[in-house]
């Protein structure tokens, strides 16, 4: 009897761990296959969501719709029928084909409508809907083909185009830059009236001329070598004015600055009546005109002899003597003006005095100068500002060193200066008889192979290893040319307009005549009656 219990017992305590470990078994079973479907979702979500977004984004950018991608697309066979007739569009009015250029316009019309009433309704186009607008742009398309408006002709036709819009703006600059040198070179009517004025004003006024007598008393001033001289050669009145004016009103001492005036016989009674009726806070104002100087005479002075010679006046005057191949910059009569020259004679000038300060008359003077006077200039005549950065105003874009006389006395890559402000002593001047060099390089550039124009060629010749370098802030250009740095401005002793575009004339640059203007009273009567404003 027990071991039948025992024998029965056995096969039912086996019984109940079967089914526990079949029931495991199907639970885990069942748990791999949720986990692995879960991680194929997991897998497969990123794929799914991030490839749609970033293909949206790019179809969004190009304005594209899956419809245009597709390989059987008549929308995009119709974008490009469209784009290529364009261009031959363009092309058929260049070879006065009007006829063809309206057919086609009026192709691209039709299929631009079948465009936009698809993208209207948000339904693709069909074949069928297209068929017809297809074959006629296609050949249009041909037969602008058959009229050589192919990719060859169309390059050969805009080099073409290209070279006579190029030769178009060389010619409109060429025109640019001559009316340009004839707008500087005008004389503005209001000047032209205050210089009458002022001549007959100085003629019919005698007390002017009585009260210019009675300043005789200051002529010691005019020599005292302790005082601040200047000097200005000009027949612009009020360009004068406005130096004389700018240096008194920014001075600390102005009773101590001395300016030397030296003018034309035309301008010399205007010149003196308006420094006589005017006062410039206690300033010394001499006038003279240089037909006084004795010295100055056609067997001392080199320009004077130039000025004499027929073909040298040819040159400067009619401008016929090379056919026009010389820019009209280059023929500016002023270049030969006695005014412009005077700056290598200014000993002669003025023999009494041993340190002057030169300022061209477009210059504006916004700081007190009487530092200028203290500045040791090492045994050098000149003292001025350099103007070279890098390769710009270096002696070689001014001087012909294809001359033999250039190459062997000129180092090309020495540095340039800019005449408008310059301290001269003359000590060193005479003694080195600055004069007689600027003379020989003149007599040496009769033919005009040295250079060509203006001063400061000249002026680079005569006082080469003669400069001492000022410090940049003494002396900033090209407020008649350019932009110039606003802190250089704010820096900057004397302003020079040089370059065309003068305060005084229409085109001067605007928003630096503010800087200019502020020196000009405006207020004055004889300014009111020629209009000055």
Not at 37 to 64: C, F, Q, V, W
Not at 68 to 84: F, G, P, W, Y
Not at 334 to 342: A, E, G, I, P, T
Request: with cysteine; charged share 25%.
């Amino acid at each position: 009897m027990r071991r039948r219990t025992t024998d029965f017992r056995r096969p039912v305590r086996r019984r109940v761990p079967d089914a526990l470990w079949w029931a495991l078994c199907c639970a885990v079973i069942l748990l791999f296959v949720y986990i692995l479907s879960k991680g194929n979702k997991i897998e497969s979500r990123p794929a799914l969501t991030k490839r749609p977004y970033k293909h949206d984004k790019i179809m969004e950018s190009l304005n594209i719709t899956e419809e245009m991608l597709s390989s059987n697309s008549v929308t995009r066979q119709l974008n490009d029928q469209i784009s290529l007739a364009k261009a031959f569009v363009v092309i058929a009015k260049e070879s006065n084909n009007l006829q063809f250029a309206w057919e086609l316009s009026a192709q691209i019309h039709n299929s631009q409508m079948l465009l936009s009433n698809a993208a209207t309704r948000r339904v693709p186009l069909t074949t069928r809907e297209t068929d017809r607008a297809i074959h006629d742009m296609a050949l249009l398309l041909y037969q602008a083909q058959q009229l050589h408006y192919d990719s060859a002709n169309m390059i050969m036709r805009f080099k073409a185009k290209i070279q006579a819009l190029e030769e178009q703006m060389n010619s409109v600059s060429e025109k640019s830059s001559k009316y340009g040198q004839i707008a500087a070179e005008e004389v503005p009517k209001s000047l032209y009236c205050l210089g009458v004025r002022l001549t007959t004003e100085w003629f019919k006024n005698f007390n002017l001329q009585k009260k210019l007598k009675d300043k005789r008393h200051v002529e010691m001033k005019l020599k005292d070598n302790n005082l601040y001289h200047f000097c200005v050669f000009s027949d612009n009145i009020l360009a004068t004015s406005v130096v004389v004016n700018s240096t008194a009103m920014n001075s600390k001492n102005p009773n101590m600055i001395v300016f030397h005036l030296v003018t034309d016989e035309i301008n010399y009674a205007a010149m003196k009546a308006w420094f006589t009726m005017n006062d410039f806070r206690g300033v010394t104002v001499e006038v003279q005109k240089f037909e006084d100087f004795s010295w100055l005479n056609a067997s001392y002075v080199p320009v004077l002899k130039q000025l004499q010679d027929s073909e040298i006046q040819s040159y400067y005057f009619s401008g016929n003597s090379d056919e026009g191949r010389t820019p009209i910059k280059f023929r500016n009569p002023k270049y030969l003006s006695m005014l412009n020259h005077l700056r290598f004679y200014i000993p002669e000038v003025f023999p009494a005095l041993k340190k002057v300060v030169f300022l061209d008359d477009d210059v504006v003077v916004q700081k007190d100068l009487s530092g200028l006077f203290s500045i040791d200039l090492n045994g050098n005549v000149n003292g001025a500002v350099e103007t070279c950065m890098e390769t710009f105003h270096r002696y070689h874009k001014y001087l012909n060193y294809s001359h033999p006389l250039i190459r062997t006395h000129f180092d090309p890559d020495a540095c340039g200066w800019a005449f408008g402000m310059n301290v001269f002593d003359l000590v060193e001047w005479r003694k080195k008889n600055v004069t007689g060099i600027y003379h020989y390089w003149q007599e040496k550039n009769v033919d005009r192979t040295l250079w060509k124009l203006g001063t400061l060629p000249p002026g680079l010749l005569t006082f080469y290893g003669l400069t001492e370098p000022l410090d940049p802030s003494w002396h900033v250009l090209g407020f008649g040319y350019t932009n110039v740095d606003p802190q250089l401005i704010e820096r900057g002793a004397v302003l020079h307009f040089n370059g065309n575009s003068k305060p005084w004339l229409k085109i001067g640059i605007e928003k630096y005549k503010p800087l200019w203007e502020k020196y000009v009273e405006y207020s004055h009567p004889l300014l009111q009656q020629c209009n000055f404003h």
